[in-house]
């Protein structure tokens, strides 16, 4: 557990010192744009929120306090956790041309801006009405979001996979393996080693001896 | 097992999938999923990642050649991705066994020793055919320092600690900086 847990956390790509976090995500090429290495900004100041206190995600229905659209409720798109942003759908929009070349006169859409946390609230999914929300344990045991108004839980939003495919519609094609075979345990724990059961199982004897090698 | 005729054709892949855009792949293989597998079944799985990677290179390699973008190479991340776990939980099981059988979690033993600068530093043993009062070449590196390296070791402490105190002075400007901006943090911090 732990080779693996240490080996998974160096492996993040590192970002520079005085990185300023857009709507971009980083490694494209938008975002290469934006911000090319060697760039230095002026320091944002964002107040510092623990990975276990976050309450929003992608995907959660969510009200806008203040602003333009300030009363009205959407749907989480995109959580930028570094400036502790929230970019809503179809809200707080401003309008912008997209996509001009040499032959095209560029398309007008809208495009949405990011939002603070305090300028958004949770939403209760009876009422729908905001509310202040704390992360409470249950009889179970599980962590889930409470509504201190009424004490409902706010279920988690169902989570997408990066490449788009739904585990439910799935179908399995020629090289793939079955669940049944991928989840079949075929493991014994033995004292013997990786190399020495797979000689056993192969039927290779070792006759040779190692010469004397020294350690130093 | 199949029986190759030469057995090229496994380098590359279906002959359905030749000229698609994209190839419709599962997951790669999960940690958990793999550590419940026996060492045989990791064993053949590698060699049928192995195979399934080196043809997805020559894929890669091809469509550098004919220059057109290669059909889904997230294939090659996924399978790659796979093998890294079959690695990992093979280390794993090896380092449990070794932890068990002498104590010692590395595979290589080793020792601290200092430096001709004085500077303390973990040594690995290696294997030599020869021993060490033999060898030329390991007698002629110094695993010692000798006193007049005494002044140049406060001279590397004053530094090391002029730059942690350094560093803990910003931490704390910074956090007075941010409890400016944001009073109530400054208030969470008092009621602790």
Known sequence: MRLSALLSLAARPKLPKGYRHGTWRPGTAAERLRNPPGLRRKKIFVEPISREDWKVFRGDTVQVLTGKDAGKQGMVTQVVRARNWVVVEGLNTHYRYINRNAKYSSTYIASEAPLLLNQISLVDPEDRKPTEVDWRYTEEGERVRVSLRTGRIIPLPLRQRRDGIVPEQWIDGPKDTSVDDALDKTYTPSLKTFEEEIMDAMGIVETRRAKKSYWY | TTLPRKGLE???????????????????????????????????????????????????????????????????????????????????????????????????????????????????????????????????????????????????????LRLRNRRQSLKKKKQKLLEKKFPHLAVKSQSQ
């Open chain 2, 10 to 160: 496994e380098f590359f892949d279906d002959p359905k999938n030749w000229g698609e855009k994209t190839v419709k792949s599962g997951d790669a293989w999960n940690i958990k999923q793999l550590r419940a597998k026996s060492s045989q079944d990791l064993h053949k799985l590698w060699y049928v990642l192995l195979k399934e990677k080196n043809m997805l290179l020559t894929l890669e390699q091809e469509s550098k050649r004919q220059q057109k973008p290669m059909p889904s190479p997230e294939r090659l991340e996924k399978v790659e991705k796979s093998m890294k776990n079959i690695d990992l939980v093979v280390r794993e099981r090896e380092i449990a066994l070794r932890l068990l059988q002498t104590g010692h979690e590395k595979p290589v033993p080793g020792e601290w020793r200092n430096d001709f600068l004085g500077r303390t530093y973990w040594y690995s043993y290696k294997e030599w055919p020869i021993p060490w009062y033999l060898n030329k070449k390991y007698k002629k590196r110094k695993f010692y320092y000798l006193p007049h390296v005494n002044r140049f070791i406060r001279l590397r402490l004053e530094k090391y």
